[in-house]
């Protein structure tokens, strides 16, 4: 077993997860019939007769629906199947007023594909089993009743894509980094919204453990994890409970559990049904859906560049890394503003370390997207501009930009006639200008050099560490106005 191998180990066990997610589709109106999917409205106002389950109510396919099927499919390199069925997953529930859920088992709409992502700086895939269209069932209320609950069918028959994996995942860190790709693919399409607090993007997680080498251990679902920080708490409480039964003896049951944020803990819901108990059999009131290759060819023409393709793009045409051009394509927002400094600046490196460094740490510090950033495009351009001509030091742009960011200068836009020259006159005006005068930085050198004759001694016997404490020294003398490579080579050429 390799070291990477022994490092996902916990306490001599393999973490097996795999995933389903539940997208809730961004089309303006349910699955199968025309009720409104609106969110937030007065209970049980978005619902049809359709909804209701009224006796003689037929569902209709909405094609919208089939559309964002098609567009996912797509962007995760899967197989379109030309023909599915729809079929009645049998259980009762209260929020179910049929008695079933219209969903698909045997031949889903799409099938196979792969999400690849990074962990770190390791490149990571996930294999999809299937990704089949349902609609979603209603709620129940308990909070506002007494010794009651209240049925609201507004969700009922909103659109879902479940998406479903296989058991590739070995940590639970990976599996949020999935979630966290999916969730990343679906909204960049724009088939989900993504909004997690009012579920749009839900996920199960199927969790196991065993030996490594052994068969797969008996699975146990979390159900509705609709944050990334509770899927992580959830799943790592739930690694830690099987490895203590198994460690006490017992064995693990197939089971259907929710997670407790206040507690921090998973608790067994119900023992988990297998395909068998839901008696699946095809609907008799929905014909096949039949999806034409000229339909796919179409979606696939007309869809907007997906992230790895422009991330590869970023690659070629930027010279960037593989991660660098993930990290920079993990929104259209950060994407477009990396192209956006980049173009203006020339210097595609430069923009990815700001874009990716302090312009996200910023962003990050505050809680704000990237959309509400506080320094636009033109104006981290312009600063990027001004480090490539040697004009100002890393340091000293950092300094600028943190200007930029809180406001915190006198100048006013409107009075320069492009934002390059509202740029200098605040490094001006900061002092943060670096020295150009070749023949006075070679005079401020030279006084180093005097003053610490010990250092030159060392520097001049082989000690590297020497040398640096003379740049520092001459930084410190230019009040850090010095570039440091030219430093470096003025104090290399008069050291011999």
């Not at 999806?291 to 007309?302: A, M, N, P, Y």
């Amino acid at each position: 077993m390799s070291k990477d191998q022994k490092s996902l180990l916990v306490q001599g066990y393999e973490v097996v997860i795999g995933f389903e997610t539940h997208t809730q589709l961004t089309t303006q109106s349910k699955i199968f019939s025309r009720a409104s999917t609106s969110f937030g409205a007065e209970p049980n106002t978005n619902a049809s007769a359709v909804d209701f389950a009224l006796p003689g109510a037929l569902p209709v396919m909405n094609k919208g629906a089939v559309q964002r099927a098609i567009e996912f499919g797509l962007a995760v390199n899967a197989h379109i199947a030309e023909k599915s069925i729809f079929a009645r997953k049998n259980y009762f529930y209260p929020d179910l007023p049929k008695g079933y859920q219209i969903s698909q088992f045997e031949i889903p709409v799409v099938q196979g594909g792969v999400v690849e992502f990074f962990l770190g700086d390791e490149k990571k895939s996930v294999r999809l089993v299937r990704a089949h269209l349902e609609e979603d069932a209603g709620k129940s209320l308990h909070e506002d009743f007494i010794g009651q609950s209240g049925i609201d069918l507004n969700r009922a028959g909103t659109p879902l894509l479940e998406i479903v994996t296989e058991p590739d995942m070995r940590s639970t860190a990976e599996a949020v980094a999935y979630a966290k790709e999916l969730h990343k693919i679906v909204t960049w399409i724009g088939i989900c919204d993504g909004n997690m607090q009012e579920g749009s993007f839900r996920c199960d997680a199927n969790v196991s453990v065993r030996k490594p080498g052994a068969p797969l251990g008996t699975r146990r679902e979390i159900k509705n994890l609709n944050s990334f920080k509770f899927m992580q708490q959830a799943m790592d409480y739930e690694v830690r409970w099987q490895i203590e039964q198994i460690e006490d003896g017992h064995e693990i049951q197939q089971a259907t559990v929710l997670f407790d944020p206040d507690t921090g803990e998973t608790r067994s819901m119900r023992s988990k049904e297998d395909a068998a108990d839901y008696r699946y059999f095809p609907d008799p009131d929905l014909p096949p859906l039949v999806i034409g290759r000229d339909w796919v060819e179409k979606t696939r023409s007309e869809m907007s560049e997906l992230p790895r393709v422009m991330a590869a793009r970023f690659m070629t045409g930027y010279g960037l890394s593989e991660y660098d051009a993930g990290q920079l394509t993990q929104s259209k927002a950060t994407a477009a503003f990396f192209e956006a400094v980049a173009s203006a600046s020339g210097q595609a490196k430069l923009a990815s370390n700001w874009v990716m460094g302090e312009l996200s740490r910023r962003l990050n510090a505050e809680d704000k997207s990237i959309e509400a950033s506080a320094v636009n495009s033109d104006q981290l351009a312009s600063l990027i501009k001004r480090i490539a001509d040697g004009t100002i030091s890393n340091n000293g742009a950092k300094q600028v930009f943190d200007l930029l960011w809180t406001g915190k200068h006198t100048l006013v836009a409107g009075s320069f006639t492009d934002m390059d020259a509202m740029t200098l006159a605040l490094i001006e005006s900061e002092g943060l200008k670096q020295m150009s005068d070749t023949g006075e930085l070679e005079a401020i050198i030279d006084g180093v050099l005097a003053a610490n004759a010990k250092n030159v001694e060392e520097v001049k016997a082989g000690n590297a560490k020497a040398f640096n404490a003379l740049v520092g020294q001459a930084m410190k003398a230019t009040k850090g106005k010095a570039n440091p490579a030219q430093v470096n080579e003025l104090l290399k050429k008069k050291l011999g």
